[in-house]
Structure formats: C-alpha cells, structure tokens
C-alpha cells in the first residue's frame, strides 16, 4: 500500500514538472537546436558530400578541444543576450544592444588607455566605464520611449549606427589610442587588462566568471524581488500596471538602461581580456561595421527563453558552435557561413518555441489525461471486485 502511494507521489510530481513552464521551453529550445542541426548538416551534405559526415561531427565535438575559447567568446554574447533578454521581460525588444556593446567598449578602453590607476583597480574601472557607457547608450531610446512613445526598435537601431560611427571617429582621431600604420588601436597597459584564467593558448579570463555571476543575479532580481515582479507585471500589461501603482516611466527607462549597461559590460569584456602573446591585448579596429555580438545576444536570448540561467547554457552552446564551425572551415574547406546558417536557422526555429512549447504542453497534457482515465478505470475495477468478494462473503 505503501508503495502504491510512493509512486503515485512520484508520478504526480513528474506530471507537474512535464506540465512546467519551464520544461516546455526547454522542450521547445531542444526541438529547435536538433531541427537546425539537421537542417546544417543537409547544407553540409549537399556543399560537399564527401565531407558532410567528419565536417558535421567536427562542428559538433570541435569545441571541447578548445573550451577556453568556447568561455572566451561565450562571455561577450552572454551579457547581449542578458540585454536583449532582461528588456524582453518588460515587453522591449532592445535590438539597440550592439550600439551599446560598442559605446561600452569605447569608455573601456578610453578609462584603459588615457587613464593612469593602480594595479588591481585599473581593469575594475575600467569595466564600470564600460558599463556606464552601454547605460548611457541605453537611456536615450527608454527615455524616448517612456515620454513620448517612440518606438525603442527604431531609436535602439538608428543608435547603433550612431554609436558605431561615432566610436570610430573618436578612435580614429586619439592619437594615443590609435596606431595608423597598424589601422587599429594599441595594446592595453597590463593593469587595464583583466586577469587570465591561465589557460594555454587562449583569452579566457576571469570575465566569464562575472558573466556568470551577472546573470544569477539578474535571475534572483527578476524572479524574486518587488521591482523585478514590477517590471515584468509592466511588460504584460502595461496599463493594468500603471493602474495598480506602478511607475510604467520609471520602469521603462531603467529597464533600457540596465539593459544598455549589460551590454555594455560585454563590449568592456571583450576589448579588455589579455590575449596568449605576453603583454598585449585585444584591439579595436574602426572599420564602420556593426559589431555582431549584438545581435549574437539577440539570437541567444531567444534561445534561452530570455530567462538569465537559459541564457547562460545558449551563451555556450552558440559558442560551442561556432569553434567547431571554424575547425569544419580549416579542415575541410567548408565556408564559416554555414555556421551562421545553422545557428540563422536554430533561432528560426526558437523564434517559434512557444508554438512549439504550447504544441508540446497539449501532447502532455492528452497524454496525463490518457493516463488519469486509465488509473481511474483500474481504482474502480479494483473497488467492485472488493465489493464482490464481500458481498459473496
């Protein structure tokens, strides 16, 4: 008897984690990676079928050869995709986070470059300029939106152009930040550079770590405090909101604003990492194009539900991704844009996961149903048969 009621419990709670949310989404988010992996692995087989098979595990395995370039590259779209993924709970589609990421980078490297601090604080104001930077970035199209309604899609995108174009022009016209002869800017001083996680031949340091206390942060904020519990009851209903006590102006604004500093540490994440070559650092080349962790953060949030712990895992596995990609180009000849196909068409798909999601909830759902009937049926057939016995009795 006993048993009976330990594996009904245990049923029961397997039923409500199947029915959860949470599940749904993941279900949806594998669905979408499995379908675009599939869909990769044709274009693959029809680019050059000789190769498709070793170039198709490649893509999937070559990342773990290189994990410290999987967490290096991983850190700069994590903070995007917690950008475009935290305004996405205040119903804001920040596509504005490559503006952001730029305009961060720019005060990281300004506070690095011109700057004379300490050892051991240099590279810690450096990464709050950059945070301030993607903040500052990240108010004017809230600010916008607050009071007067214009759309943050148009103002976030318009001002990724802006910043872009005018980060290159401050480069460019710094004499000590920028070397002609090389087109790019100069290397770092040591204390500006953030510290290395000491992994041979690669640039992962001690940013990845913050990202990821970032996020858990962001996580708890959203899910377990009252201004978190204001700004998505904002994103659902902004009028219900407003009517219940809720500063909608407020919230709009700091929502972009946090956004736009999230990014922002991206872009101080990147510039900032010291690379394998003793003494130098990443550089910043003013070549007038958008920067594209951007919108890799963008294609990242979709794919962890925009929820910061989701976001994290997707960070990793576009990363993932992407350093097999490179391996599969080396290797055998395939073009790197196969990649970006492959992930393009993982985030169709993900664009898609609450259909997906909903679909999968109701297969569930008639299925526990099934079940519930059947268990219904025999707990019946059970009691009539007792009855029997003691009516025969």
């Not at 041979?200 to 942060?217: R, Y």
Request: charged residues 10%; aromatic residues 10%; positive net charge.
């Amino acid at each position: 008897m006993q048993n009976n009621k330990n594996s009904s419990k245990l049923k029961m709670q397997a039923s409500r984690i199947m029915k959860s949310k949470g599940m749904g989404s993941f279900t949806a988010t594998l669905l979408a990676i499995l379908l675009g992996l599939l869909f990769g692995f044709i274009v693959m087989l029809i680019a050059s079928p000789a190769n498709s098979f070793n170039g198709f595990l490649t893509m999937l395995t070559g990342g773990f050869g290189r994990l410290g370039d999987v967490f290096y590259f991983a850190t700069p779209i994590l903070m995007t995709g917690l950008s475009v993924g935290f305004a996405f709970k205040m119903g804001l589609f920040n596509i504005g986070a490559s503006g952001q990421y730029t305009f961060g980078m720019f005060f990281a490297l300004y506070v690095g470059m011109m700057w004379k601090l300490p050892t051991g604080i240099h590279w810690i104001a450096c990464i709050l300029a950059g945070m301030i930077g993607g903040m500052l970035w990240g108010f004017i199209p809230g600010l916008l939106k607050a009071t007067m309604n214009v759309n943050e899609v148009i103002t976030s995108i318009m001002f990724n152009y802006i910043g872009m174009y005018l980060v290159d022009m401050f480069v460019t016209n710094n004499a000590s930040m920028y070397v002609p002869n090389l087109t790019r800017t100069g290397y770092l001083p040591t204390t500006a550079q953030l510290p290395s996680l000491g992994v041979p031949n690669s640039n992962v340091n001690v940013s990845v770590i913050l990202a990821i206390v970032i996020a858990i942060i962001l996580y708890i904020v959203l899910n377990k405090t009252t201004f978190g519990y204001e700004l998505k009851a904002t994103g659902f209903n902004k009028h219900a909101s407003k009517y219940a006590g809720m500063n909608d102006t407020r919230n709009t604004i700091l929502t972009m604003i946090i956004a736009g500093g999230l990014a922002g540490l991206g872009g101080a994440f990147a510039i900032l990492a010291p690379t394998g070559i003793t003494g130098s650092s990443m550089t910043y080349e003013p070549i007038n194009v958008i920067a594209a962790n951007g919108f890799n953060g963008i294609a990242v949030a979709l794919l962890g539900s925009s929820n910061p712990v989701g976001i994290i895992f997707s960070a990793l596995f576009v990363s993932h991704i992407q350093r097999g990609g490179t391996q599969v180009s080396s290797f055998f000849g395939y073009k790197p844009e196969i990649i970006d196909v492959v992930i393009a068409v993982i985030i169709y798909f993900s664009a898609f996961a609450m259909i997906m999601s909903s679909a999968v909830g109701r297969l569930l759902k008639k299925r526990s149903r099934k079940e519930a009937v059947k268990e219904l049926e025999q707990t019946l057939s059970s009691e009539d048969d007792s009855l029997k016995e003691k009516t025969e009795v």
